[in-house]
Nanobody, 126 residues
Framework: QVQLVESGGGSVQAGGSLRLSCAVS????????MGWFRQAPGKEREGVAA????????YYADSVKGRFTISQDKAKNTLYLQMDALNTDDTAMYYC???????????????????WGQGTQVTVSS
């Protein structure tokens, strides 16, 4: 059973940075696509960034492009999300998720993912 465990969330002032980590129990073919998602209170879960774990190509939501960076370290079985220039709109619970390979246009759709971590809270204050 594959498990994902997020860490690195916390409270930060606007303009600051955080790096989230997602520890992966083991990689498998059911994890060719991995992503970071977030959900703010009263809002739908949204895709933030995604990566093809085999090729390393990355994709971002327009709202975070140029500020967030998704990366992986397979030697450490870890997925990362570097978040810079944070603003109050980035406040949310952040989740990592995994799924088999999917076409690019589906990568940021949370409904396509079936393995989820428990989430880590990010709070940005002004």
């Amino acid at each position: 059973q594959v498990q994902l465990v997020e860490s690195g969330g916390g409270s930060v002032q606007a303009g600051g940075s955080l790096r989230l980590s997602c520890a992966v129990s083991r990689y498998s073919s059911s994890m060719d696509s991995m992503g970071w998602f977030r959900q703010a209170p009263g809002k739908e879960r949204e895709g933030v960034a995604a990566i093809y774990t085999q090729g390393g190509s990355t994709y971002y939501a327009d709202s975070v492009k140029g500020r967030f960076t998704i990366s992986q370290d397979k030697a450490k079985n870890t997925l990362y999300l570097q978040m810079d220039a944070l603003n109050t709109d980035d406040t949310a619970m952040y989740y990592c998720a995994a799924a088999p390979w999917m076409t690019e246009r589906l990568l940021l759709l949370y409904s396509q993912y079936h393995i989820w971590g428990q989430g880590t809270q990010v709070t940005v204050s002004s």
